[in-house]
């Protein structure tokens, strides 16, 4: 059965500080690993598909890595307007459904 | 272009009761996903409607149903709420040719 396990599940970070979520992932055969960004109360917003290990993608003040058994979402000097719960999920070779992680929720402090 | 959009955002039922939530995918997508979502937790697929037939069921009793319609749009009926179905219900579209699936607000149902 797929897994995907997020940590830590709360990070809690100054204005500027860099830092790292981790997404830990098992799946029979990977078709590809998501990241999203979710608000309270609202629906997760995409933010990146990685296909294969040592795949990288960046948006802003992020980047997304990916290996064969983990992905990192690098954020760098970050806002407080990215203070979110951020979720991984992936989706298996042959599956439609993703399954979630259940995500890191990071403050920004000013 | 409009995104997924999902209706009613929210609704207050009781138990034993049923409720119809109801999406529309984003413009040129011809699959729906239906997820769960608790408080605190990833969502939980429920199911995946393409060419108005269910393609694949995640881990729900059969109390939770769906439709799609010729229009790609879709409805998720749950009979019999539960005080645990409380939770936020997403909608998901996607091409059935891709793999990323874009989501709705979503409809925060509450069972008392």
């Known amino acids: 059965e797929d897994q995907v396990t997020q940590s830590p599940e709360a990070l809690r970070l100054q204005e500027g500080e860099s830092s790292s979520l981790n997404c830990s992932y098992t799946?029979?055969?990977?078709?590809?690993l998501f990241w999203y960004r979710q608000d309270p109360g609202k629906g997760p917003e995409f933010l990146f598909t990685?296909?294969?290990a040592g795949e990288e993608k960046e948006k802003e003040r992020l980047k997304a890595t990916l290996t064969k058994k983990e992905s990192f979402l690098h954020i760098t000097a970050p806002k407080p307007e990215d203070s979110a719960t951020y979720l991984c999920?992936?989706?298996?070779?042959?599956?439609?459904?993703?399954?979630f992680g259940t995500g890191t929720r990071l403050t920004i402090i000013p | 272009d409009a995104g997924v959009t999902q209706s009613p955002t929210h609704l207050i039922k009781t138990r034993g009761q049923q409720v119809t939530l109801r999406c529309s995918p984003k413009s040129g997508h011809d699959t729906v996903s239906w997820y769960q979502q608790a408080l605190g937790q990833g969502p939980q697929f429920i199911f995946q409607y393409y060419e108005e037939e269910e393609r694949q069921r995640g881990n729900f009793p059969d109390r939770f149903s769906g439709h799609q319609f010729p229009n790609y749009s879709s409805e998720l009926n749950v009979n019999a709420l539960l005080l645990g179905d409380s939770a936020l219900y997403l909608c998901?579209?996607?091409?059935?040719?891709?793999?990323?699936?874009?989501f709705g607000p979503g409809t925060r149902l509450t069972v008392l």
């Open positions: 990685l296909y294969s």
């Open positions: 799946v029979s055969g990977l078709r590809g």
């Open positions: 998901a579209s996607s091409l059935i040719t891709g793999t990323g699936q874009v």
């Open positions: 999920a992936v989706q298996a070779v042959g599956n439609e459904k993703l399954t």
